[in-house]
């Protein structure tokens, strides 16, 4: 992968609640915000807003099965300030809100607990 772009994956890794846009992308690595586009789609096979996305609503994903949070405490910490947005595009990636998601993980959790304490 093209070093450049390795720079900013994982800049926007360590950063997901940072406001990223197209040029703020680019100028970290002195590309115009086109060449930069053009890039890191042939790279990563996203755009860099679909690329940023995905990785907030992964971040949140795990965030909603290990931690206590509320749903708009998650998104606001992976850099979603919509809460609309955020859960039209979980259940666009997860197949359920937020919400749902959260308590059938639960009901998971808590039904393998149940099934060790039998053996």
């Excluded at 992308?25 to 790279?43: G, I, Q, T």
């Excluded at 998650?74 to 259940?91: C, E, P, T, W």
């Amino acid at each position: 992968m093209d070093r450049r772009i390795e720079l900013v994956i994982a800049r926007i890794k360590n950063e997901t609640a940072v406001a990223w846009d197209t040029p703020t992308l680019a100028a970290l690595v002195n590309l115009s915000p086109s060449r930069f586009r053009h890039l890191f789609k042939k790279e990563t096979g996203k755009g860099p807003v679909q690329y940023l996305r995905e990785l907030r609503l992964r971040k949140a994903e795990k965030m909603l099965r290990t931690t206590f949070l509320t749903v708009k405490q998650v998104a606001k910490q992976v850099g979603i300030h919509s809460n609309a947005h955020f859960v039209h595009d979980f259940r666009k990636l997860y197949g359920m809100t937020p919400t749902a998601y959260r308590r059938t993980t639960f009901r998971m959790l808590q039904n393998r607990k149940r099934r060790k304490k039998k053996h």
